[in-house]
């Protein structure tokens, strides 16, 4: 497998010289996903085992970064090969927001019912993620389409210098205080205890792998950055699927290792891996994205459109709601999960040519 998706990304390189007719050159395109995926499901698998050695909350913390590191490169990737496009960073990050708080976590809350009513977690996690994740995709995705300093969703580059800088130094900041002194509020004692008694892998030979795996997802991305829109067009999607398409790539593994914790009822461990993710999509994403623009001089548009906004306020709302508590059953899931099936639906339905009455 390992030689298989070397070639990939090896051969991902060549670009447009890769066949030129139509249906070869859209099965290169779905075989290029499938690399990125495979991927990025390995460095998911070394990242674990890296996690298991750690600890929680450190091997959360792992996790997500090992996952934000896919997410950055496949975002730099496609703002530089699709052709300028100004709404590929803001359309990922916004995906990746959807699918974790409405589709993963609506997904492991039912999932986690199969086995019992209710799944259990430390609420102190909750309250400590979600107001940092809505404060910053406010900033973020919201702020820019009201501000009065650029017109539009695009900011001035005051504005970008102080939403960059500022996501960056509070994602590190909470991380700090996430593995100091509130780590408390990210574990329940349980699955820590039940994990101790399993012998971790070595970590140096974890560490290359994983970065071994990252390097080959980072190739990948590069040779799909300029065939991910003509593949959409050839599948008759909107252009805002592209990033729906990035945020099921780059989340896939983090997403089947949340679901799976679900199953086994460390409903925790799932809020520890998506909720963290979610910020660090943020947190990190977002300044790297604004030194790309810096260093290519490309203009990422970064504020919602209007449906999309009041998606993203109804989804913090109903997540602030549900997790409040700390516990969940699949009635709050299906909830979730409706909010995620009406956002492939305004997708679907702003892409519909508009009838003059």
């Given amino acids: 497998?390992?030689?298989?998706?070397?070639?990939?990304?090896?051969?991902?390189h060549l670009g447009p010289s890769a066949p030129p007719a139509a249906t070869p050159s859209l099965l290169w395109s779905g075989w290029l996903v499938a690399c990125v995926v495979m991927c990025s499901i390995r460095a998911m698998t070394h990242a674990d085992h890296l996690a298991?050695?750690?600890?929680?909350?450190?091997?959360?913390?792992?996790?997500?970064?090992?996952?934000?590191?896919?997410?950055?490169?496949?975002?730099?990737?496609?703002?530089?090969g699709s052709g300028g496009n100004p709404h590929v960073a803001r359309d990922s990050m916004f995906s990746?927001?959807?699918?974790?708080?409405?589709?993963?976590?609506?997904?492991?809350?039912?999932?986690?019912?199969?086995?019992?009513?209710?799944?259990?977690?430390?609420s102190d996690s909750s309250s400590a993620y979600l107001?940092?994740?809505?404060?910053?995709?406010?900033?973020?995705?919201?702020?820019?389409?009201?501000?009065?300093?650029?017109?539009?969703?695009?900011?001035?580059?005051?504005?970008?210098?102080f939403v960059g800088?500022?996501?960056?130094?509070?994602?590190?900041?909470?991380?700090?205080?996430?593995?100091?002194?509130?780590?408390?509020?990210?574990?329940?004692?349980?699955?820590?205890?039940?994990?101790?008694?399993?012998?971790p892998r070595p970590a140096g030979r974890s560490f290359a792998l994983l970065v071994v795996s990252l390097v080959l997802v980072v190739a990948c991305a590069e040779g799909l950055a300029g065939r991910l829109p003509p593949l959409l067009a050839a599948l008759h999607l909107p252009a805002p699927f592209a990033g729906v398409v990035v945020a099921i790539m780059v989340l896939a593994p983090e997403g089947f290792a949340a679901l799976r914790s679900s199953l086994q009822g460390d409903m925790q461990r799932s809020?520890?891996?998506?909720?963290?993710?979610?910020?660090?999509?943020?947190?990190l994403t977002v300044p790297a994205v604004?030194?790309?623009?810096?260093?290519?001089?490309?203009?990422?548009?970064?504020?919602?459109?209007?449906?999309?906004?009041?998606?993203?306020?109804?989804?913090?709302?109903?997540?602030?709601?549900q997790l409040a508590r700390g516990r969940v059953n699949a009635i709050q899931g299906l909830v979730q999960v409706l909010i995620f099936l009406a956002w492939i639906a305004t997708i679907i339905d702003e892409a519909l040519p508009r009838e003059v009455p």
């Fill in 165 to 199: 800088g500022g996501s960056l130094a509070v994602y590190a900041t909470f991380v700090w205080m996430q593995s100091g002194r509130y780590r408390g509020y990210f574990s329940t004692g349980e699955a820590s205890a039940a994990s101790a008694h399993e012998a």
């Fill in 131 to 161: 107001p940092l994740l809505i404060t910053l995709g406010t900033l973020t995705l919201v702020l820019p389409s009201f501000s009065h300093s650029t017109l539009g969703g695009w900011m001035s580059d005051t504005m970008e210098i």
């Fill in 290 to 321: 604004l030194v790309v623009r810096f260093i290519t001089g490309s203009d990422p548009e970064l504020g919602l459109e209007e449906p999309y906004i009041v998606l993203l306020a109804l989804t913090f709302v109903v997540s602030s709601l």
């Fill in 96 to 122: 990746v927001i959807m699918v974790i708080l409405n589709g993963l976590v609506g997904g492991c809350m039912i999932l986690g019912s199969f086995r019992r009513g209710e799944q259990a977690f430390n």
């Fill in 271 to 283: 809020i520890n891996v998506l909720l963290g993710s979610a910020i660090a999509t943020i947190g």
């Fill in 52 to 80: 298991e050695r750690f600890g929680e909350p450190a091997g959360t913390i792992v996790l997500t970064l090992a996952a934000i590191t896919i997410e950055v490169a496949a975002v730099c990737a496609l703002m530089l």
């Fill in 1 to 12: 497998m390992l030689g298989a998706l070397t070639a990939g990304a090896l051969l991902a």
